[in-house]
Nanobody, 118 residues
Framework: QVQLVESGGGLVQPGGSLRLSCEAS????????LSWYRQAPGKERERVAA?????????NYADSVKGRFTISRDNAKNTVYLQMNSLKPEDTAVYYC??????????WGQGTQVTVSS
């Protein structure tokens, strides 16, 4: 059974940090490209960050989070992370992880809420 389970969301003050985790099971994690998306109320879901398969040599970020967010993966733990620093109120959203392999599958987690507010 394929599962992607996000954790680490919560309430944080502006300027604070959070680290999101997404633990995967049920598929060959190493072969999948991983991404974090977010969706704020009334807005479309947008991709925040992505990391390539295997060693994760390639990453890319939305302009709105460049220099503040870092995506990483630990294949031994089947987990992808999103380190979020210098958080702003506009980062408030539900954050989702996604695992994609063109040949095999496209999976989403259930989401974790991040709220940035004083």
């Amino acid at each position: 059974q394929v599962q992607l389970v996000e954790s680490g969301g919560g309430l944080v003050q502006p300027g604070g940090s959070l680290r999101l985790s997404c633990e995967a099971s049920g598929f060959p994690f190493t072969y999948y490209r991983l991404s974090w998306y977010r969706q704020a109320p009334g807005k479309e879901r947008e991709r925040v960050a992505a990391i390539s398969e295997h060693g994760g040599r390639n990453t890319n970020y939305a302009d709105s989070v460049k220099g503040r967010f870092t995506i990483s993966r630990d294949n031994a733990k089947n987990t992808v992370y999103l380190q979020m620093n210098s958080l702003k109120p506009e980062d408030t959203a539900v954050y989702y992880c996604r695992a994609v392999s063109e040949d095999a599958g496209d999976y989403w987690g259930q989401g974790t809420q991040v709220t940035v507010s004083s």
